[in-house]
């Protein structure tokens, strides 16, 4: 079992900046690739970026590549999600969850409580 727990979240104007943290906790955080899906009422929660921590690689949904950066500190079982040049469209929850990969997708497994981002046109 793994404890995950989202921070960070709130309300910015479009073209800003925010970083939303997760902790995970739990005997086996450790092992587990971490990722950030959001949610909007009435859609299915999608796919934002997932981080592996034995390669270290990263990988994005097309929507937010090139303005989001996930990083973490794996010693720390934290992660983080730098967004930056924020559009209206990328008001969300967000979760952060401990994940697995399937043949065409990121799962999540463990998730946090979901923090909410509202940008602001």
């Known amino acids: 079992q793994v404890q995950v727990e989202e921070s960070g979240g709130g309300l910015v104007q479009a073209g800003g900046s925010l970083r939303l943290s997760c902790a995970a906790s739990g005997r086996t955080a450790s092992s587990w690739p971490m990722g950030w899906f959001r949610q909007v009422p009435g859609k299915e929660r999608e796919f934002v970026a997932a981080?592996?921590?034995?390669?270290?690689?990263?990988h994005y949904a097309d929507s937010v590549k090139g303005r989001f950066i996930i990083s973490g500190d794996n010693a720390k079982n934290t992660v983080y999600l730098q967004m930056n040049s924020l559009e209206p469209e990328d008001t969300a929850v967000y979760y952060c969850?401990?994940?697995?990969?399937?043949?065409?997708?990121?799962?999540?497994?463990?998730w946090g409580q979901g923090t909410q981002v509202t940008v602001s046109s």
């Open positions: 969850a401990a994940v697995i990969r399937t043949s065409t997708a990121w799962v999540g497994v463990f």
């Open positions: 981080i592996t921590w034995s390669s270290g690689s990263t």
